[in-house]
């Protein structure tokens, strides 16, 4: 069979959990696939467990400079030989029937112009164990199209976008790209860092189609304390690209994008000041009741909260001493 999907790994010093998601790719069943590995100049044995796992099942290329996380991104896309590409995480797992559920949506669901198919996920750890949803956010859609489990929900051009509203409920292991519209869009933008698959997802939902295969979920996303996630909590860089983001689209639903984004400086706030970071919590906290101010009835309600980010607001130096005295305990 000719294959209508190219797996693509974008790698960069993947060697502790690249053979797992090899694994998982290669006991796909009943789906044709190319496989492809994009190398982002790793010194560690990346490719050399690649090699070892996949042997000339897949097509390795590598350059001579560090691209990046987008523009490897944008690289899996270009080397692709395929109509459809999955770009899929190195420390990711796919679970059994996951490409089959997506070629199904692509053939099944030509006359939508599908730019995109996506279906749910959920998150292990570093050793693979289930990290609970209240944790880390799977993402995903409800089943609000009226799809039942099994079923491929549909959204026309332009409808999918709604879904995107309030953040990136897509994890990219889970979705399958359309090569066409990936170029039509001028592909991920290399210029953001932490947004920039959102970004991706809406400029091609705008344009193009877009299938939810409800079900179970069939890709396992890895949270660990190396991921972009954790180094981001340190500074605002990431919220503040997100509002750049939610600005730069009118079609998105701007209310709803400034309460999510209110409520996520909150927590950033929380977390910093936990940390002693008082002045990084002090700015979030200020971003978030300007973004949002019905959150400051969300704080008042809580006495524990309301404390604590009144004492911060009001007394960092308080804070600073307060919170310095209980990290050292």
Same mark, same amino acid.
């Given at each position: 069979?000719?294959?209508?999907?190219?797996?693509?790994?974008?790698?960069?010093?993947?060697?502790?959990?690249?053979?797992?998601?090899?694994?998982?790719?290669?006991?796909?069943?009943?789906?044709?696939?190319?496989?492809?590995?994009?190398?982002?100049?790793?010194?560690?044995?990346?490719?050399?467990?690649?090699?070892?796992?996949?042997?000339?099942?897949?097509? #390795?290329?590598?350059?001579?400079? !560090?691209?990046?996380?987008?523009?490897?991104?944008?690289?899996?896309?270009?080397?692709?030989?395929?109509? /459809?590409? *999955?770009?899929?995480?190195?420390?990711?797992?796919?679970?059994?029937?996951?490409?089959?559920?997506?070629?199904?949506?692509?053939?099944?669901?030509?006359?939508?112009?599908?730019?995109? #198919?996506?279906?749910?996920?959920? &998150?292990?750890?570093?050793?693979?164990?289930?990290?609970?949803?209240?944790?880390?956010?799977?993402?995903?859609?409800?089943?609000?199209?009226?799809?039942?489990?099994?079923?491929?929900?549909?959204?026309?051009?332009?409808?999918? &976008?709604?879904?995107?509203?309030?953040?990136? #409920?897509?994890?990219?292991?889970?979705?399958?790209?359309?090569?066409?519209?990936?170029?039509?869009? $001028?592909?991920?933008?290399?210029?953001?860092?932490?947004?920039?698959?959102?970004?991706? /997802?809406? !400029?091609?939902?705008?344009?193009?189609?877009?299938?939810?295969?409800?079900?179970?979920?069939?890709?396992?996303?890895? /949270?660990?304390?190396?991921?972009?996630?954790?180094?981001?909590?340190?500074?605002?860089?990431?919220?503040?690209?997100?509002?750049?983001?939610?600005?730069?689209?009118?079609?998105?639903?701007?209310?709803?994008?400034?309460?999510?984004?209110?409520? *996520?400086?909150?927590?950033?706030?929380?977390?910093?000041?936990?940390?002693?970071?008082?002045?990084?919590?002090?700015?979030?906290?200020?971003? $978030?009741?300007?973004?949002?101010?019905?959150?400051?009835?969300?704080?008042?309600?809580?006495?524990?909260?309301?404390?604590?980010?009144?004492?911060?607001?009001?007394?960092?130096?308080?804070?600073?001493? /307060?919170?310095? $005295? &209980?990290?050292?305990?």
């Amino acid at each position: 069979m000719t294959p209508t999907i190219t797996v693509a790994i974008p790698t960069y010093n993947g060697e502790r959990h690249i053979a797992e998601a090899l694994r998982g790719i290669l006991t796909q069943e009943d789906a044709a696939f190319d496989l492809l590995v994009c190398d982002d100049s790793s010194d560690d044995r990346t490719l050399e467990r690649v090699r070892a796992e996949a042997g000339d099942r897949a097509r #390795i290329v590598t350059g001579s400079e !560090r691209l990046g996380l987008a523009a490897n991104w944008n690289r899996c896309m270009a080397e692709s030989r395929t109509p /459809w590409v *999955a770009i899929f995480h190195q420390d990711d797992v796919m679970r059994p029937g996951h490409l089959r559920d997506h070629l199904d949506a692509i053939e099944r669901e030509r006359p939508y112009a599908l730019g995109l #198919i996506a279906g749910p996920a959920d &998150v292990v750890d570093e050793s693979g164990k289930p990290v609970a949803a209240d944790v880390v956010d799977p993402g995903g859609v409800p089943d609000s199209t009226g799809a039942g489990p099994g079923r491929i929900g549909l959204y026309q051009p332009g409808g999918f &976008v709604r879904s995107l509203a309030s953040g990136n #409920i897509l994890r990219c292991s889970a979705v399958t790209t359309n090569k066409r519209a990936h170029e039509i869009v $001028s592909g991920f933008d290399s210029s953001l860092r932490y947004v920039v698959d959102w970004d991706f /997802w809406i !400029r091609v939902a705008e344009r193009f189609g877009v299938a939810w295969c409800n079900g179970p979920p069939t890709v396992s996303v890895r /949270w660990h304390p190396d991921s972009e996630t954790h180094r981001f909590k340190a500074t605002l860089e990431d919220l503040e690209e997100s509002e750049r983001i939610a600005a730069k689209f009118p079609i998105l639903d701007h209310r709803t994008c400034r309460r999510k984004l209110g409520r *996520a400086y909150l927590n950033r706030a929380h977390d910093a000041l936990h940390a002693g970071r008082i002045e990084l919590a002090r700015e979030a906290l200020g971003r $978030s009741v300007r973004l949002a101010p019905s959150l400051v009835a969300t704080i008042l309600a809580d006495p524990r909260l309301a404390a604590q980010m009144s004492v911060l607001a009001l007394a960092p130096g308080v804070a600073r001493r /307060w919170f310095s $005295s &209980v990290r050292n305990d």
